[in-house]
């Protein structure tokens, strides 16, 4: 008689399986989208983000914009301080020249034509420019003959008028074509007068010499240098904008105003005077200057003979403004440019006050004592 087989104790895991509807209602659950409350959910958070964002944006444009304005306002402090330290530091650069002394303050505006024709004024007019290579003044009211644009010279700023020879001589690679006044100073001291220690003349009248103003060989011409004549201050531009300018002199005329700088709001300048000599006694003929500045004075409306002939250095100041507001910024801070007080504007304008002093190398060299 046949048994029926055994049943095995455990089935195959394969026999277990899901019945097929619940395997389709699975699939089905993992094929649902998103409910509304978690789409608003998503869109909540991404909404967030976006404002987060925005936001950062926003404070980076606004931050990269103030830094572009403080490093306008720095370049341009800097800049024109630049301007004037360079030409400053040149003024009384005559070349070789003998020291000059000055017996009067002479017109700094007057072209090349309007010079004295009388030979003894027209000799101390020429010595009283070289001797004086600065002037200041509190106002261009009187120097309309130096340009019109002195004519609108700001409240806040003098006017700065600088001399000295160029640094380039004339011939290739430098300026030919100017027809203003030259110097030439000669080094030929072997031979009789009537050849001078110096000449500021033109191109023209220096060719017609016979003999021409040499040097030491007393066979090679001397050198022939620019005299160059600028003249700084500080007016409001077309736009509105207080703007550092100059006024220069080229062929014996000057030409108009040119703007160097945007948003130089003051310009004031102190003159350091050399009135004491080593001894700490006053200059005088037997008691000359030692090349250092004793005191500093400001020119309100303008400077003597007393001051001018003997400055040795100059103080400039600057108040340099923003171009442009900075939303909620107020300036309510006073300012000192130098002897002026600026009150508070009380405006979104940011402002800087810049102050460096210059040694006019060449006056203040001369005075030395070894």
């Not at 004295?116 to 009211?141: C, F, M, Q, R, W």
Request: with cysteine; glycine share 6%.
């Amino acid at each position: 008689m046949r048994t029926a087989a055994a049943q095995p104790l455990f089935q195959s895991s394969r026999h277990w399986a899901t019945p097929a509807p619940k395997r389709r209602s699975q699939r089905l659950r993992r094929s649902h989208g998103l409910t509304l409350v978690e789409l608003l959910v998503s869109i909540t958070l991404g909404l967030v983000i976006l404002t987060a964002l925005l936001a950062l944006f926003g404070n980076v444009t606004r931050s990269n914009n103030e830094m572009a304005k403080t490093n306008q306002l720095i370049e341009n402090g800097r800049f024109a301080m630049q301007l004037l330290q360079d030409d400053v530091a040149h003024a009384g650069f005559w070349g070789p020249v003998r020291m000059i002394n000055a017996t009067a303050v002479p017109n700094p505006c007057l072209a090349y034509a309007s010079w004295p024709t009388d030979a003894a004024e027209l000799d101390a007019y020429k010595k009283n420019l070289l001797a004086i290579p600065v002037h200041g003044y509190a106002d261009g009211s009187a120097l309309s003959a130096c340009g019109p644009g002195l004519a609108n010279v700001v409240a806040q700023s003098d006017v700065l008028i600088v001399r000295h020879a160029s640094t380039c001589v004339k011939g290739p690679g430098c300026d030919t074509a100017d027809t203003g006044p030259h110097i030439q100073v000669s080094g030929c001291r072997t031979d009789a007068p009537p050849e001078p220690a110096h000449v500021l003349e033109t191109p023209a009248e220096m060719d017609a010499r016979t003999p021409r103003i040499r040097l030491k060989n007393c066979a090679t011409e001397a050198a022939r240098r620019k005299m160059v004549i600028n003249a700084y201050y500080v007016a409001n531009s077309a736009t509105g904008i207080p703007t550092l300018m100059r006024v220069r002199m080229a062929n014996g005329t000057f030409l108009a105003a040119e703007p160097l700088v945007d948003g130089i709001q003051a310009f004031k300048v102190e003159f350091g005077v050399d009135d004491k000599g080593s001894n700490g006694l006053p200059i005088s003929s037997t008691n000359p200057g030692d090349g250092n500045a004793d005191t500093y004075v400001s020119c309100a409306p303008s400077c003597d003979l007393a001051v001018l002939a003997n400055v040795v250095s100059v103080k400039l100041h600057l108040l340099v403004r923003n171009l442009e507001p900075t939303a909620g910024h107020t300036d309510d801070k006073a300012y000192q440019v130098g002897p002026l007080a600026v009150a508070a504007a009380n405006d979104n304008i940011k402002r800087h006050v810049f102050t460096t002093t210059v040694r006019m190398v060449n006056p203040s060299s001369r005075r030395e004592i070894p």
